[in-house]
T-cell receptor, first 115, second 113 residues
């Protein structure tokens, strides 16, 4: 079974530029998550999708971050314009359903450096 | 709001020995899940072990076991017969009714050969 795929693996941009990350979850997983992991910290949930609907985006900085999950499969996370403090690893995860009874499977992450 | 605290930033263990990683959490919910995740240097996060709050029996997965103290809101991970491949960052995490995973800051475990 293929795992969660993410691209690109690394990205370096200058502040005020825009960037997009892509995630392909495990086939059949209805729930998709985007996390931000700043160096030395645990991941922080940015947004959670159930199929193609948003369940929780309370910690997404909506003035610069946006995310979509068209057709309830792949998802993209965009930052526009980027700030220095956005430098982090962006992790995508998926699960069969929401809640602790369903294991979340994580992708390898995209390491973003904003200069 | 729920919080997860890992107060030890790093630990070291001799190969084949046993090590315990500590975690405390705060919640007002009665039904929730607790997890330990492992993140090796390659950064792919994987689930090590899961504990359901309503289960009194501590979860075990091969060399990994937990000590779940619900009243004390404590959830420690014990790794027995430590191996070089156990070296990684370990995160304690919580999820409750809103199904949102809240992570601690993590602990870096090194294994000495």
């Amino acid at each position: 079974e293929a795992g969660v795929a993410q691209s690109p693996r690394y990205k370096i941009i200058e502040k005020r530029q825009s960037v997009a990350f892509w995630c392909n979850p495990i086939s059949g997983h209805a729930t998709l998550y985007w996390y931000q992991q700043i160096l030395g910290q645990g991941p922080k949930l940015l947004i959670q999708f159930q199929n193609n609907g948003v369940v929780d985006d309370s910690q997404l900085p909506k003035d610069r971050f946006s995310a979509e999950r068209l057709k309830g499969v792949d998802s993209t996370l965009k930052i526009q314009p980027a700030k220095l403090e956005d430098s982090a690893v962006y992790l995508c995860a998926s699960s069969l359903g929401p809640g602790g009874s369903y294991e979340q499977y994580f992708g390898p992450g995209t390491r973003l450096t904003v200069t | 709001a729920q919080t997860v605290t890992q107060s030890q930033p790093e630990m070291s263990v001799q190969e084949a020995e046993t090590v315990t990683l500590s975690c405390t959490y705060d919640t007002s919910e009665s039904d929730y899940y607790l997890f330990w995740y492992k993140q090796p240097p390659s950064r792919q996060m994987i689930l090590v072990i899961r504990q359901e709050a309503y289960k009194q029996q501590n979860a075990t997965e091969n060399r990994f076991s937990v000590n779940f103290q619900k009243a004390a809101k404590s959830f420690s991970l014990k790794i027995s017969d430590s191996q070089l491949g156990d070296a990684a960052m370990y995160f304690c995490a919580y999820t409750g009714a809103n199904s949102k995973l809240t992570f601690g800051k993590g602990i870096t475990l090194s294994v000495r050969p």
